[in-house]
């Protein structure tokens, strides 16, 4: 009989997921690492095998899009261990270009995973964890979640709809023991800028384009990021943190510039953030 807390971890195949569904282990969670698909699993049964015990972490299926998956994942997590006592709602990617030159089912596709997929784990674990009278949901958010850079506005959307459902959910979770927190990274080497920002940016684009000069400096900055990145310790470190400490915050802001960044939102003038960003962007 497993006495460890449980912890389901979406989006697990790479990145922070990956991450911290080892440390979380090591934690003392007994933790369900799902993967949208089952056969991108080596990286993380290879980091598993070298950093823990492995008969405490359970890789499962789950798309998070997939309304049916996720009422089965939830339903077997719980007949067979009891209970749910943090969801780290990690699943997502980021999609880059600029907005009149995005179709509408890539919006539709951005917000249908790092939104929508989201909401939807999250309302299938609600129910059990308010039973409990306990719980934690962690959300990942971005530093895009508090400030829409340019040529990122479906990411940035998709990580605004997050901030503002976490705030509405801790709010009203918090007469049950339900503790929700965002953790806010900045720029780190994950595979999402892979994945989502660089194939975006690598799309090739008429010379007619309006917006040419703008993606090229997009793309510039996707493979200055990617070299000058550091590792994703500092989140994960975060994570276990706020998935462990008996008060958590409700916002996490981590990495280099990121707290600076908020700060000059909230207290200059927007059009001196304007003149900073279009002088960059020159």
Same mark, same amino acid.
């Given at each position: ?7 389901? =971890?979406?989006?697990?195949?790479? /990145? ?12 003392? %969670?007994?933790?369900? *690492? ?8 080596? *990286?993380?049964? +290879?980091? *598993? ?31 067979? %261990? ?14 880059? /270009? ?56 479906? %990411? *940035?959307?998709? +990580? ?27 720029? %780190? ?27 090229? +400096? ?28 008996? +008060? ?8 280099? /510039? =990121? ?24």
């Amino acid at each position: 009989m497993q006495n460890r807390p449980v912890a389901l =971890v979406t989006g697990a195949s790479s /990145g922070f997921g990956m991450h911290a569904s080892c440390a979380l282990v090591k934690a003392g %969670y007994q933790v369900i *690492a799902s993967i949208r698909d089952i056969e991108n699993r080596e *990286a993380l049964d +290879k980091m *598993a095998k070298v950093h823990i015990a492995t008969e405490h972490m359970e890789v499962m299926p789950l798309d998070v899009t997939d309304s049916e998956q996720i009422a089965a994942c939830i339903s077997s997590i719980v007949s067979r %261990y009891g209970r749910i006592d943090l969801l780290l709602n990690n699943a997502g990617y980021a999609c880059g /270009g600029f907005v009149e030159e995005l179709s509408l089912q890539e919006w539709r596709k951005q917000f249908d995973v790092n939104v929508f997929g989201l909401i939807d784990v999250t309302h299938a674990v609600l129910p059990h964890m308010r039973q409990q009278q306990s719980g934690r949901i962690i959300n990942l958010s971005s530093i895009s979640g508090r400030f829409g850079f340019p040529g990122l506005a479906p %990411y *940035a959307a998709s +990580k605004h709809a997050v901030e503002g459902f976490s705030e509405s959910l801790r709010l009203e979770m918090l007469p049950f023991g339900v503790d929700v927190v965002l953790i806010e990274p900045g720029s %780190y080497r994950t595979s999402i800028w892979e994945k989502g920002i660089q194939s975006s940016a690598k799309q090739p684009h008429s010379s007619a384009s309006p917006y040419l000069e703008q993606m090229q +400096k997009l793309r510039a900055a996707v493979s200055h990021i990617m070299a000058n990145a550091p590792e994703p310790d500092e989140v994960v470190k975060t994570i276990v943190h706020a998935a462990t400490t008996q +008060k958590p915050r409700l916002r996490y802001p981590v990495g280099k /510039g =990121v707290g600076l960044t908020i700060a000059a939102k909230n207290l200059l003038p927007w059009r001196w953030i304007e003149a900073i960003v279009s002088k960059r962007m020159r």
